[in-house]
């Protein structure tokens, strides 16, 4: 009993702490572009595209929460990949590895970085998983016109969390923009 307890109590102050650390993702489109950074390398040609993480949430009995936040990579003009940057934290390990849109499509997986700290104190582990998702230009216009869905599976684990459709159109209008050479 006094484990789950103490369970409980480091799932709710990695919740506690992950939202204090993380913004919650942007409510308008405006917003949204205002916070993309263009970031251009001349010594190797590259273009990074990128949001800052923020925090997806579906309320306050949210049991999936995590971090997201946009990318693309640009390399000579050509766009090289436009990702969905995902972090996970948790107690436990979810080993995630295959994810799909709400409309059934796989979306590709790239497993990006695992770490993971423990606290003697209170006997737990901190799990902090990060992933990213790859996206076509098409899907990330689709994701654009809806709050969109995202269910992730896992060795462990699986959850469903949101991506703000408000998030995704100010994404991508930053990369309109920069593609027809405005930013």
């Known amino acids: 009993m006094i484990k789950e307890i103490r369970k409980?109590?480091?799932?709710?102050?990695?919740?506690?702490?992950?939202?204090?650390?993380?913004?919650?993702?942007?409510?308008?489109?405006?917003?949204?572009?205002?916070?993309?950074?263009?970031?251009?390398?001349?010594?190797?040609?590259?273009?990074?595209?990128r949001t800052p993480l923020f925090l997806s949430r579906q309320g306050f009995t949210d049991t999936f929460p995590v971090s997201i936040a946009y990318r693309a990579l640009y390399k000579d003009q050509e766009r090289v990949f436009i990702q969905l940057y995902v972090t996970k934290k948790s107690t436990e390990w979810g080993f995630y590895h295959t994810a799909n849109g709400q409309d059934g499509t796989e979306l590709p997986f790239v497993d990006v970085d695992k770490q993971v700290d423990a606290n003697t104190q209170l006997g737990s582990v901190y799990v902090d998983e990060d992933f990213a998702l790859k996206l076509s230009r098409d899907y990330l216009s689709k994701m654009s016109q809806e709050d969109w869905k995202i269910k992730v599976y896992g060795k462990r684990d699986e959850g469903v969390f949101v991506v703000p459709k408000t998030f995704t159109q100010g994404f991508l209008n930053k990369l309109e923009c920069y593609e027809a050479g405005n930013c």
């Open 8 to 49: 409980g109590l480091v799932v709710l102050s990695l919740s506690i702490g992950l939202s204090a650390c993380v913004a919650t993702a942007p409510s308008s489109v405006s917003e949204s572009e205002q916070s993309v950074s263009i970031e251009r390398d001349e010594f190797n040609g590259q273009t990074w595209i």
